[in-house]
Structure formats: structure tokens, C-alpha cells
């Protein structure tokens, strides 16, 4: 076990940094996550660690590493930015002071990186690496259904014998999805914090995408057989815009989850343009059967809700990889 300590400020922190900070005002993250995944509630005067980063999310706070003593809540998984704007649903965030960065005994800050797991080897250029049985999971949006959608591929993988693998590639750090994929059966599950950012908004396309590559590689070295790749928010925020791109680099085929007929159709044509195969959809559209079975007649891709997925879909859609539309 590593000691730490709290430090002085030399330097301005950056994206990744640990950093020690007081509450100062509680507000829509009364609680926080330990390093058990337990939410722990939050009272004025707490002294808590996060690391610092940005955060981008639609339905709740779009926020960014701005280094100085005031600062905020921007999840409960710890990550501390300054919001700049949020949904007119959601209430203010929880307000800190940042008192200094987490030390090493040795007195060096302490960021994220320092805990990475190793990157599994790269291959010789000469050796053609077949894709293993992995599909992607994007959204037109957040909060389309894309992780319970993923979470019904795991779970039918898992009942059909295989070793389900699962990589948050992008968010906001948290450990809400990760136990979602571990209920779900996922044996092996691995996110952008094993590889050293707190959140992955704002951080370059070159990091991302050797980030995605590790992740996938990394589970199949963990032994996992047949992997899902959640790509957070919805297809036009930029990171997700730019990784979608090279799926088929890394996958066999992508689910998109969406919440109505319409972004099903523009979803499904902007996917097309980046030469991505789009093997069925999901999410919350599912949840009305007159919903789905206009995606469907919009689309003609097959509609599949994460139970039916969950109850075998998840596995004929891995033994049919081609894309339907």
C-alpha cells in the first residue's frame, strides 16, 4: 500500500492529477464513491481525493479542468472540474476547495497514470490480427440505453458459456457502469481509468484511439471470448464522432441504441457514411413495442431489447456479423 500525503501547490494540476479538496457546499452529489464502489454521503467540511478532468454530459453538467482553488463535484466518482453549464433538471453541483495535490512519500504528485496498467504488447506490423467476437455499443444520445443495452449482450453471452468482456472506451469516471457490466456476467472488465484518465473529454484522438485498442486487446488477454465496447454520450459529441471511425478496426459490428424512430434513421446513416456496420437496434425505443416496430420499418435492422438480447439474441448477432442495412 502506497502512502500518501497532501502537498503544496508548485505547479498548476493536470488532467489526470490527484488532488485533495474540502466540501465547501453540498449540493447535487451528496455522495461519493470509495475506493469499494460504496457511495458515501458528503457533509460540509469532508476532505475528499479526486482527480481532475472534464466532464460532458447533456442531461447533467458539461464541466472542465480549470486549475484553482474553486472547484466542483462533476461526478460521483470523483472527478473534480468546474461546471460551466447543466440541465435545467439538474440541481447545483457540490462545491470544493482545493487544497493541494495527493503526494507520494517522496513528495511527487500522484495522478492516475501512476496507476495504469500496463499496455498489452503490440504485435509485429507483419502479423494480421483477425477481430475477435466484439461489437460496439453507441447512442444517438446519453441516456439512449446504452449500457443496459451492453449489459444485455454480457448477459446473453454469459448464458450461452462464453467469457463476456467489457470496456467503458469513453466517459466520465465512475463505477456505476463497471458493476453493471460485472451484474450483467461480464468476467473481465476493464475502462479509460485502468489506462489513466479520470475522463476522456478533451483528451487527444491519437490517446483514444490507441486507448480503445488497448482495452479491447487487454480483455482478450484477460481471456476473455466475446467483448462489448461502450462508447459514452451520443454520436455527435466530437471524441465519439472521431473514435466511431475506426471501429471496424477493432470490432466485428455495432448496436445503436437510440430512443426513437428518427434518431435510429439519422444515427443509422451517419454510422453508414463512417463505413461502420451496424448489426441491429437497441435502447430505450424498445421499451414501446409501436416505437420499435417503426425503427424497424425505417431502419430494416432488426430491434432488439437488451431482454431479448439477454435471452440469446446477443449470441446470433455475433454468429452473423454482417451488417443488415
Known amino acids: 500500500m502506497r502512502r500518501c500525503r497532501l502537498g503544496g501547490l508548485s505547479a498548476p494540476p493536470r488532467l489526470g492529477d490527484l488532488v485533495v479538496a474540502e466540501v465547501t457546499r453540498v449540493g447535487a452529489h451528496e455522495r461519493l464513491e ?5 457511495r458515501v454521503r458528503l457533509h460540509k467540511g469532508d476532505l475528499v481525493v479526486g482527480a481532475c478532468g472534464n466532464r460532458y454530459a447533456t442531461d447533467f453538467y458539461e464541466g472542465y479542468h480549470r ?15 468546474t461546471a460551466v453549464s447543466w440541465h435545467t433538471s439538474c440541481p447545483v453541483p457540490t462545491e470544493l476547495e482545493v487544497l493541494g495535490p495527493l503526494t507520494s512519500e517522496d513528495a511527487e504528485p500522484m495522478s492516475l497514470e501512476h496507476f495504469a496498467r500496463p499496455r498489452p504488447p503490440v504485435p509485429p506490423e507483419d502479423v494480421v490480427r483477425p477481430n475477435p467476437l466484439a ?23 454469459a448464458r450461452a458459456g462464453l467469457i463476456p468482456g467489457a470496456a467503458k472506451v469513453t466517459g466520465s469516471g465512475s463505477g456505476k457502469d463497471r458493476w453493471t457490466y460485472i451484474d450483467a456476467g461480464a468476467r473481465h472488465v476493464v475502462d479509460f481509468l485502468d489506462f489513466g ?23 482478450l ?33 455495432t448496436v445503436l441504441a437510440v430512443g426513437d424512430a428518427l434518431a435510429a434513421l439519422a444515427g443509422v446513416d451517419l454510422l453508414k457514411e463512417s463505413g461502420v456496420p451496424v448489426v441491429a437496434i437497441s435502447g430505450l425505443v424498445t421499451a414501446s ?34 451488417p443488415h442495412a
Open 34 to 38: 470509495d475506493a469499494h464502489g460504496r
Open 67 to 81: 486549475p484553482g482553488p474553486s472547484a466542483h463535484l462533476l461526478t460521483a466518482g470523483g472527478v473534480i472540474g
Open 135 to 157: 461489437l460496439a455499443v453507441v447512442g444517438s444520445s446519453m441516456n439512449s440505453g446504452k449500457t443496459t443495452t451492453a449489459a444485455g449482450l454480457i448477459s446473453g453471452w
Open 197 to 219: 484518465m479520470s475522463s476522456t473529454f478533451g483528451y487527444p484522438t491519437d490517446r483514444l484511439l490507441t486507448t480503445m485498442s488497448a482495452m479491447r486487446d487487454a480483455l
Open 221 to 253: 488477454q484477460d481471456g476473455a471470448n466475446a467483448i462489448v465496447l461502450e462508447i459514452a454520450d451520443g454520436l455527435l459529441q466530437e471524441e465519439t464522432r472521431l473514435l466511431v471511425k475506426y471501429l471496424p478496426a477493432v470490432c466485428s459490428g
Open 289 to 322: 413495442p409501436l416505437a420499435a416496430r417503426e425503427t424497424a420499418a425505417v431502419t430494416g435492422l432488426p430491434v432488439l431489447s437488451p431482454a431479448t438480447l439477454a435471452e440469446g439474441a446477443a449470441l446470433d448477432l455475433l454468429a452473423d456479423p454482417a
